[in-house]
C-alpha cells in the first residue's frame, strides 16, 4: 500500500510562513510528478505548485514569488515553504504524486489526507 502523509499547516498571522512536508512510503518503484492543491470552503480545489522528478517548477499566479515547492527524492519528500502569508491563502492543503508500485508499470495518483492552513490575525 502506498501512503503520503502531510505536516506542518497550522495557524499563522498575516505576513508570516509555513512550511509544508509531505512523505511518500509503502512499496514504491518511482515517482513522478508531485504537487499540491489547496481547497477552501466553497471553492474548487486548485494547483498550488507543481514539480517534476527533474526538478522543474510549476505555480499558480496567486502565490508566485511567495511559495517555494522543493523534493527530496532519496526521502519521497516533497516540500512548500509558504512566506508572505495571505489570509486568502486559509485553506485545507493537499499533496499530490504520481507513483508507479514495486512490481507494476502503470502510473497512478496518490492524495494525502490535506492539513489545514489558517491565516488569520
Known amino acids: 500500500q502506498v501512503q503520503l502523509v502531510e505536516s506542518g499547516g497550522g495557524l499563522v498571522q498575516p505576513g508570516g510562513s509555513l512550511r509544508l512536508s509531505c512523505a511518500a512510503s509503502?512499496?514504491?518503484?518511482?515517482?513522478?510528478?508531485m504537487g499540491w492543491y489547496r481547497q477552501a470552503p466553497g471553492k474548487q480545489r486548485e494547483l498550488v505548485a507543481g514539480i517534476t522528478s527533474g526538478g522543474s517548477t510549476n505555480y499558480a499566479t496567486s502565490v508566485k514569488g511567495r511559495f517555494t515547492i522543493s523534493r527530496d527524492n532519496a526521502k519521497n519528500t516533497v516540500y512548500l515553504q509558504m512566506n508572505s502569508l495571505k489570509p486568502e491563502d486559509t485553506a485545507v492543503y493537499y499533496c499530490?504524486?504520481?507513483?508507479?508500485?514495486?512490481?507494476?508499470?502503470?502510473?497512478?495518483?496518490?492524495w494525502g489526507q490535506g492539513t489545514q492552513v489558517t491565516v488569520s490575525s
Open positions: 499530490n504524486a504520481e507513483i508507479v508500485k514495486s512490481g507494476w508499470t502503470a502510473l497512478h495518483d496518490y
Open positions: 509503502g512499496r514504491i518503484s518511482s515517482i513522478n510528478a
